[in-house]
């Protein structure tokens, strides 16, 4: 499948509603207590401290399913939840909290990264960054813009 300018500017729409859903999930746990796991203890022994929030897993949650609702077909690579149709021809890169660490220290040093690879090379990505409701999209075809408050 080509990837036309209107299907372009669809699916940039659609990462726009991903990251406000993605902020939806998070930010409530911002700076609250919250859940704490260390991925880190299911690996070999020496494996560094992998901090996981409820924050990470909700926001994937809540992005899978907005995928999964609009385009069955595509696939899903998270960081929390794993691969879903991985070889499908769109597939979502997903990593709801980038900078765990910063969340867990109350530090707004941390920010939600989606992308979009069409047969296996990238068509879209994001950096949403919602609690100063900053959002970076670009992608070779469309081009950058920051939206600030939702306003480009």
Known sequence: MSLSPTLLAELDAFLVELNRA????????FRA??????????????????????????AERAIRVLINDRYPDHGIIG???????????????????????????????????IGLRHEGRPVLGSIGQPYIGELYIGGAATGSRLMSRGKS
């Open 79 to 113: 960081e929390e939840y794993g691969e879903e149709r991985a070889d499908a021809e769109f597939v979502w890169v997903l990593d709801p909290v980038d900078g765990t660490r910063a969340f867990i220290a109350g530090l707004p040093l941390w920010t939600t990264l």
């Open 22 to 29: 993605s902020a939806a999930a998070i930010l409530p746990l």
């Open 33 to 58: 207590d919250h859940g704490l796991e260390d991925k880190g203890l299911a690996g070999p022994p020496g494996t560094v401290f992998d901090p996981v929030t409820e924050a990470d897993k909700a």
